[in-house]
T-cell receptor
Framework: AQSVTQLDSHVSVSEGTPVLLRCNYS??????LFWYVQHPNKGLQLLLK??????LVKGINGFEAEFKKSETSFHLTKPSAHMSDAAEYFC??????????FGKGTRLSVIA | DAGVTQSPTHLIKTRGQQVTLRCSPK?????VSWYQQALGQGPQFIFQYYEEEERQRGNFPDRFSGHQFPNYSSELNVNALLLGDSALYLCASSSVSNEQFFGPGTRLTVL
């Protein structure tokens, strides 16, 4: 069965500095990987997804993630954090038509 | 396009009661999935409905049941509520592309 591990429950960065949110996955087959963001009292929004095309995936709001099969990782990065990036981020894995499997989330705080 | 909508926004029930949550999918979507998000956790898959049938189910007891209507809207029913059922319940809709769009959720508190 597939699973994801988000290595940090909370990450704090200063505004304008880089963001790195770490995710490792476990999957028996070729997985689809996603990053979702959840702002307070809002629904989950898809940031980006990997589905066996280019290993470097660009998403919305300047975020990107790199699929590394040898390391079973799919870390999320952004060159420069903005105050509006403060939210909960979820790494998600799926195989074929199986349901989405979410990690426990990483809370990103951005300090002015 | 209103996106995925859910009602009610918040709900308070007592142990042993029954609750019904509602979801309207994004226009053009025919598949609805339900997730439970406990405090401090990631969402967990409950079940998925397509063509008014339950297509997939996660590891949830039979107290959790659902329904999909001909207009693709869906209901989640939970019987014999437990304190542990307190959570944010999320609905997601999708179509052939399989990308899931999430609603804002219903916050259920069981006292």
């Amino acid at each position: 069965a597939q699973s994801v591990t988000q290595l940090d429950s909370h990450v704090s960065v200063s505004e304008g500095t880089p963001v790195l949110l770490r995710c490792n996955y476990s999957s028996s087959y070729s997985p689809s990987l996603f990053w979702y963001v959840q702002h307070p009292n809002k629904g989950l929004q898809l940031l980006l997804k990997y589905t066996s095309a280019a290993t470097l995936v660009k998403g919305i709001n300047g975020f990107e993630a790199e699929f590394k099969k040898s390391e079973t990782s799919f870390h999320l990065t952004k060159p420069s954090a903005h105050m509006s990036d403060a939210a909960e981020y979820f790494c998600v894995v799926s195989e074929g038509n199986t349901p989405l499997v979410f990690g426990k989330g990483t809370r990103l705080s951005v300090i002015a | 396009d209103a996106g995925v909508t859910q009602s009610p926004t918040h709900l308070i029930k007592t142990r042993g009661q029954q609750v019904t949550l509602r979801c309207s999918p994004k226009s053009g979507h025919d598949t609805v999935s339900w997730y439970q998000q406990a405090l401090g956790q990631g969402p967990q898959f409950i079940f998925q409905y397509y063509e008014e049938e339950e297509r997939q189910r996660g590891n949830f007891p039979d107290r959790f049941s659902g329904h999909q209507f001909p207009n693709y809207s869906s209901e989640l029913n939970v019987n014999a509520l437990l304190l542990g059922d307190s959570a944010l319940y999320l609905c997601a809709s999708s179509s052939v592309s399989n990308e899931q769009f999430f609603g804002p959720g219903t916050r259920l508190t069981v006292l």
